[in-house]
């Protein structure tokens, strides 16, 4: 969700300056690499609507760009082979009474290279670097708290920041929008930016963090974050465009609701909060719900098919594609989830339904009466004329009114005995679309599980 959230401000300022949104793969690390990873970022952009404009480019596919400007570092004396552990560096730092990291030990030795040899960036000494970031103002860096850091591993693959800052260069980056974490990096790749003869920097700015109810940084190991997750829940991609751009940013005022048009003209990255954003799921699925409602009943009905055909009971036919577009305007209006839709409405489609036990406890058993409303209501029921919602919904009101009974307590029973379910579609209309013999029966099924006599 935090990556999410941070492709969308890039995207937005892309748009609204009529420029290129560029996806770069950044998979020079064949440990932490994988293809479904990749599938599951392109994947996951499509889905909320975040098109790029050039790309995806990949960085394993760029090793000679990488090689070349390690090449000209190294013959310029920026750069330099090292094969001193970090122990060894730690200690050397210790034992001078210095800061940690820094240590000029191999770059003062000139060592050639090894089989143990990493490449390190000679950071000028004594100076300072200033991060102009549009969102935290100038952060200043002092180069005597930086170590010369590794820009190649000794297994020859390049770090994460010198790639970055070799396809910056390449790929006329302008602007560099990236989570809180990568601050401590952007110096490094200022140094490196200057390094290879950049005059005029890319303008750089670093969103705040994800927090969970607790305030904590969000974690894949304890917070649900993936967006195909949420996409499997039901979230609709527009909802979820719309509460993540809140995350950090307002539009000002009350406005919550926006349609993409209107973030693209109103976004600005400098009015971006920077202290962690409280990512809310709860908020975000009662925007959720703003946005189903919003949707035509046909929309509805399309967006809720893929849900409903995880289940065995649905098999797709005109007949219940029908019976499914009847009831989806009262189901519409009642979840905040496409992926609740299936335990709403499965009722209408199963031949027989499992009451589950705690409600056969507390429903059924719990109060007396319900055996006697299960007979009693029934034979109403069959006696019906014309088995329609607004028949149902008057015969079921004069009952009421002859046993002294309010109608939530009627319809209580009668929806547990006809859905399984203490809450569902309206219970007339439910009634009405599963049809006579079926509400008869079920009615008669539940009757006997508590041994109610029979009229």
């Not at 969102?135 to 591993?153: A, E, P, S, T, W």
């Not at 056969?360 to 007396?368: A, N, P, Q, Y």
């Amino acid at each position: 969700m935090g990556g999410a959230r941070t492709a969308l401000y890039n995207w937005l300022i892309a748009r609204k300056a009529g420029g290129s949104f560029v996806l770069r793969i950044e998979d020079t690390d064949e440990t932490r690499n994988a293809e479904e990873w990749v599938d599951g970022i392109i994947s996951a952009l499509s889905w909320l609507g975040i098109t790029w404009d050039e790309g995806p480019y990949r960085q394993s596919d760029r090793a000679e760009l990488y090689q070349k400007a390690v090449d000209r570092l190294l013959a310029e004396g920026k750069a330099y082979w090292c094969d001193c552990t970090r122990e060894e560096i730690d200690r050397r730092a210790k034992e001078r009474g210095g800061p940690p990291g820094y240590d000029g030990f191999c770059r003062d030795k000139h060592k050639l290279k090894t089989e143990t040899s990493a490449i390190r960036f000679k950071i000028p000494r004594p100076g300072i670097t200033v991060v102009h970031d549009k969102i935290r103002g100038d952060v200043v860096f002092d180069h005597d708290n930086l170590d010369d850091f590794i820009i190649v591993k000794s297994n020859g693959l390049p770090l994460f920041v010198l790639a970055n800052v070799v396809d910056d260069i390449d790929m006329k980056i302008s602007y560099i929008l990236r989570a809180e974490e990568h601050l401590p990096t952007t110096p490094k790749a200022i140094l490196l930016f200057q390094g290879l003869g950049v005059e005029e920097l890319p303008i750089f700015a670093h969103v705040p963090v994800l927090v969970n109810a607790k305030r904590q940084k969000l974690s894949k190991r304890r917070d649900r974050v993936a967006v195909e997750d949420y996409k499997e829940m039901g979230y609709l991609a527009p909802a979820m465009v719309n509460y993540l751009v809140l995350l950090g940013w307002s539009p000002g005022g009350d406005r919550e609701f926006l349609t993409v048009q209107e973030m693209i003209d109103l976004f600005d990255i400098g009015e971006v909060n920077h202290s962690p954003a409280f990512f809310d799921e709860q908020k975000m699925q009662h925007f959720n719900g703003v946005y189903i409602r919003e949707l035509t009943v046909e929309e509805f009905v399309e967006n809720c098919l893929h849900f409903l055909e995880k289940h065995d009971w649905w098999v797709g036919d005109s007949g219940q594609r029908e019976t499914f577009s009847h009831i989806a305007p009262l189901v519409q209006e009642r979840v905040s989830l496409l992926g609740e839709v299936p335990e709403m409405v499965a009722f209408l489609f199963q031949q027989e339904i499992d009451i589950p036990s705690d409600l056969v406890e507390s429903v059924f058993r719990k109060d007396v009466k319900s055996g006697q409303i299960l007979s009693e209501i029934k034979e109403i029921y069959a006696g019906l004329g014309v088995f329609s919602h607004d028949e149902l919904s008057k015969v079921t009101r004069a009952y009421c009114d002859s046993v002294g009974m309010p109608l939530r307590k009627v319809q209580a029973p009668i929806r547990v005995a006809l859905t399984g379910s203490k809450v569902g579609p309206p219970l007339f209309e439910s009634m009405e679309l599963v049809g006579r013999e079926m509400t008869l029966s079920r009615l008669t099924s539940a009757s006997e599980l508590i041994g109610a006599p029979q009229p």
